[in-house]
């Protein structure tokens, strides 16, 4: 996956755990560049050489790695970095060279300082009348570089005046919204009810009613800045994101590059992306417990993790900006203060972060100051901090009833297969059975695991979790670069769960995913549902510190990790994930069918290929009634209109992609806003009278309740209606306004009984399977395994 660059303007990092680091320039990148090449030759899975063939990949990936959509370098510039470097970075980098790296990132800056320059000239004294017949290409990407410099003069000019009328469109659009939200309040004040009472001020026109609360009055709100000012500032932030940049950031988008010249998967990670990592899969980290992002060049509060040693301490509040950072107690003297505007948002990141125990000091303008010069100096001891968001959580759901009788349906999302890779406390397959085991003792009929979205994580945690629903058995099997072939077993003497069964997918379910629902289906133990495919990543990758690598006497302190492809994944029926990932025997349309989305829209994905299958026996004697759903499917489809909005939208988007270009005349571009608005009000409208229907004839709709690992253990189940935003993602965000209240209940009401399309259609699949299945509720198997029918 590519590495986020300067182009991207804005992140939002949640604060973690290393200990304090050296100064980056204490290690010397030149020898971290040739141990990471020699890694990658000796360790992949392709066992490549870093030769003259891959120093072509290399150049190629690095210069579209920093100039994505080719905007900036010239060709001229690119044929001159060809004639240097095409077949000689691998001398290079051997030798511990990584010059060519920062040559080419500095021609790359020059090149940023100069085209920002021309545009806010630009700016400043063209005049623009959006009438032109011109268009800009959407995606740059395969497009040749301007030939010279006077050649991206001309793309620019297109680029500015391209961004220049997206703000112009998008400030019209927003004052017709105000303007509707406006009218609609007018409107709403001047109802008056007929059974109203009359208030006191109504029946005596002529006498004051002094406020009985004194109110704070509001700052005043700072006038919105012209489009042309917004456009200039825009590019202004980029030129700030690139002097943050260092040597040791420079080195880390080189050597990714060079890593993913071997497969997508391979990556070098400098050391706060291991130690990122590290917290992504534990789903825990050691914190303030705190989320930031950047605002106006300084660092801002955007959220508090409920129960962390910020929300604890108490004092620091969403919405308040750090501007200096300092280290322990302190001596009070200003040398021990770090000033943080201005700063890369990952290197303010690592001053807060610490050991547990250890005391971090910021300087803070508190969000509820009027002055915006005032300054608070908050303490907070660093502590643990739990990631509930990302969590394995489960529904109860109650159908409508019919013919008297309602059926109890359980739904367990799963963002990722997260693990503790140090100690196994973590475990979501240990989540996924507390929940699975309550909802059984709910005497649900059927279960849906949901890993929309799930990009993977722990391989044990897969082979575990099949054990779930499987017996003992092979779940997955992998081959090394020898071609030696290996399997695992899940343990499990008998499944916990053996009813009915669906594994909802989409593209975006990938890896360990991938592997759980290969297995399920190969045993013909769940139907798959979802998008055409999943998304087709069958390596196993491990993580090597490269500091292992090095001298002994080297300074390793910002070597970093390499996560390398060792295997690749293979399905106990012998086919690989690999590219062509797990497809599903019942298939929801979706728009992502379009998009280049996927291992097989990856350079230097490793092929697809089989291996024998192994020995293992069916889940079930017949095989699932596949005809029979897929008919059923096919029928509900045909009649219900999400699903034909979904195809229309994906033709018109096809369209597009297919197109790749936007107009830039500004009358052609608002009929197309226009357009799309008609359409977008009358499936709105649609939506209302659909949902009214359906109330009308169904009296009751789906009763839901949440489980958490939280409440999981509590007797009393919380209906989902009553369920806050804040104890689903254990984060204390901003107060949503009044108008965006008004928005999430309206998207929330706009589907029958408030059910997004895909989840209400799974849920009707899984209805159809418990009655094509006749299976009755159980509970969670604990005893011994079942014996075999006659025995």
Known sequence: MRKATSRFLSAAILLSLTAATPSPAETNFGQVAMHVAYMLQNQHYARQEFDDKVSKKLLDSYLNFLDYSHIYFTQQDVDKFKAEYETSLDEHVLTRNISPALDIYYKYEERVKQHVAFAKKTLE??????????????????????????????????????????????????????KKKAEAKAKKASEVKPDAPKTDAAAKPDEKIEAKVAVKPAKPEEAEDPPEKRVSKRYERLLEQLAENDQEDIVNYFLSCLATTYDPHTEYMSQQESDNFKIQMNHSLVGIGALLSTKDNVAEIQGIVVGGPADKQSELKVGDKILSVSQGEGSGSDSDWVDTKYMKLQKIVEMIRGKAGSVVRMKVNPASADDPSEIKIISIVRGNVDLKEKLANAELLLTPPVNGKSSKLGWITLPSFYADMEDGKVSCTADVARLLKRLMAEKIEGLVIDLRSDGGGSLEEAIKLTGLFVPKGPVVQAKDWKDNITWRDCENERAVYEGPLIVLTDKASASASEIFAAALQDYRRAIIVGEKSTFGKGTVQTILPVERYMPFFSDKSRAGALKVTIQKFYRIAGGSTQLKGVVPEIILPSVRDVMEIGEDALPNALPYDTIPPRTFTYATVTPLPLSELSSRVKSRMETNPEFQYILEDTKRFKERIDKNTVSLNEKERQKEIDDNKVRFDARKDERKNRVKQTAELSKEGYTQFRLTLDNVDSPQLVKESTFTKEQTSGMRTAAVSSDDDDTSAELSNQFPYGIEPVKLETLNILTDLIELSGHQPQTANTGEPKKPAGS
Request: hydrophobic content about 35%.
């Open 125 to 178: 004294t063209k005049k623009f009348t959006f009438d032109s017949t011109r268009s800009l290409d959407i995606k740059r990407e395969k497009a040749p570089w301007p030939k010279d410099e006077a050649a991206a003069d001309k793309l620019w000019s297109d680029l500015i005046e391209g961004d220049l009328l997206a703000e112009y469109l998008s400030d019209k659009a927003r004052a017709e919204s105000q």
